[in-house]
């Protein structure tokens, strides 16, 4: 298995929801990211874990809240957002360092705020 | 500060034309960089990686290079087709960012047939 599984693929919350975003990987990789993609911009990084331990935070807001049961799985727990929330939410994985295969990106969830 | 710079950011080619995209970055001490495909809406594809010990790759009609000492990558397109028409992202890992992929801002490439 060579890939990133994303769920949901579309979102649409209202401010005062909760919800989720999962991430699955079974390919050995340890160190696992999220990133937020705006229309025509790149990918922004938001938290990067490394064996299942929380290694970078890039000063995102509380209302994201990031969580790595184990290593195969990344969840991104959304609370009260705000409209400019609104973007593609892509996971990524890769062995540490980027290893020899480099980064393998999941299909991404659109998420709206409503 | 490490950054990553495209040029160009938006390029429409007739079918069949070889074309070049470029990539600079600000750090020589790159650990590796990785060259994308993003389709609109749609997730990163990984085209080509490139380790800091090699000079270039290649896949089929697509060929990457890096020149660590100018701070430069070229990923070359041979015989465009409507299909390669997608935003191309350059992507690297550096020194002092170990877990950290450092995006370019992409090109826009069209390809008409």
């Known amino acids: 298995d060579t890939e990133v599984t994303q769920t949901p693929k579309h979102l649409v919350m209202g401010m005062t929801n909760k919800k989720s975003l999962k991430c699955e990987q079974h390919?050995?990789?340890?160190?696992m990211y999220w990133y937020k993609q705006k229309a025509k911009k790149p990918p922004e990084l938001m938290f990067v874990?490394?064996?299942?331990?929380?290694?970078i935070n890039e000063s995102v807001p509380s209302r994201f809240s990031p969580e790595c049961p184990n290593s195969s799985l990344l969840n991104l727990h959304l609370h009260a957002l705000q409209p400019e929330d609104s973007a593609l939410y892509l996971c990524a994985s890769s062995q540490e360092g980027g290893g020899v295969y480099g980064y393998t990106f999941g299909s991404g969830t659109r998420l709206t705020v409503v | 500060k490490q950054e990553v710079t495209q040029i160009p950011a938006a390029l429409s080619v007739p079918e069949g034309e070889n074309l070049v995209l470029n990539c600079s970055f600000t750090?020589?001490?790159?650990?590796?960089l990785q060259w994308f495909r993003q389709d609109p809406g749609k997730g990163l594809t990984s085209l080509l990686l490139?380790?800091?010990?090699?000079r270039e790759q290649t896949s089929g009609r697509l060929n990457a290079s890096l020149d660590k000492s100018s701070g430069r990558s070229t990923l070359y397109i041979a015989a465009s087709q409507p299909g390669d028409s997608a935003t191309y992202l350059c992507?690297?890992?550096?020194?002092?960012?170990?877990?950290?992929?450092?995006f370019g801002a992409g090109t826009r490439l069209a390809v008409h047939p």
């Open positions: 992507a690297g890992i550096f020194s002092g960012g170990y877990n950290k992929l450092i």
């Open positions: 490139i380790q800091s010990s090699q």
């Open positions: 750090d020589s001490a790159i650990y590796n």
């Open positions: 390919m050995g990789h340890r160190a």
């Open positions: 874990y490394s064996y299942e331990k929380l290694s």
